[in-house]
């Protein structure tokens, strides 16, 4: 089983970068998938997550500015992060949870102010 995201890099404030991840080895159509991100010295939080029914939930930071949506027949889940500031500089972790959770690599967003 693994996640692989793209999409990740540098962009100015109040730009936009979609990030991808694709599910491979596993069906997750019973998993929700999302996205966490760790910035340097604070832990790692829930930034979007979609339930395989389609429940979605964002944090508050991110509300309005970003954007998760998932395809179950390609095992994908997509973030549109549009407004973005500063403080949206982390690495971006794929997640996907069921019975057990599965973790991607990460990916590096910088925001530049």
């Known amino acids: 089983v693994s996640l692989v995201e793209s999409g990740g890099g540098l962009v100015q404030a109040g730009g936009s970068l979609r990030l991808s991840c694709a599910a491979s080895?596993?069906?997750?159509?019973?998993?929700?998938l999302g996205w966490y991100r760790q910035a340097p010295g604070k832990q790692r939080e829930l930034v979007a997550t979609?339930?395989?029914?389609?429940?979605?939930t964002y944090a508050d930071s991110v509300k309005g500015r970003f954007t998760i949506s998932r395809d179950v027949a390609k095992n994908t889940v997509e973030m549109q992060m549009n407004k973005l500031k500063p403080e949206d500089t982390a690495v971006y972790y794929c997640?996907?949870?069921?019975?057990?959770?599965?973790w991607g690599q990460g990916t590096q967003v910088t925001v530049s102010s």
């Open positions: 997640w996907a949870g069921y019975w057990r959770a599965y």
């Open positions: 979609v339930g395989s029914r389609g429940t979605i």
């Open positions: 080895g596993s069906s997750f159509s019973t998993y929700s």
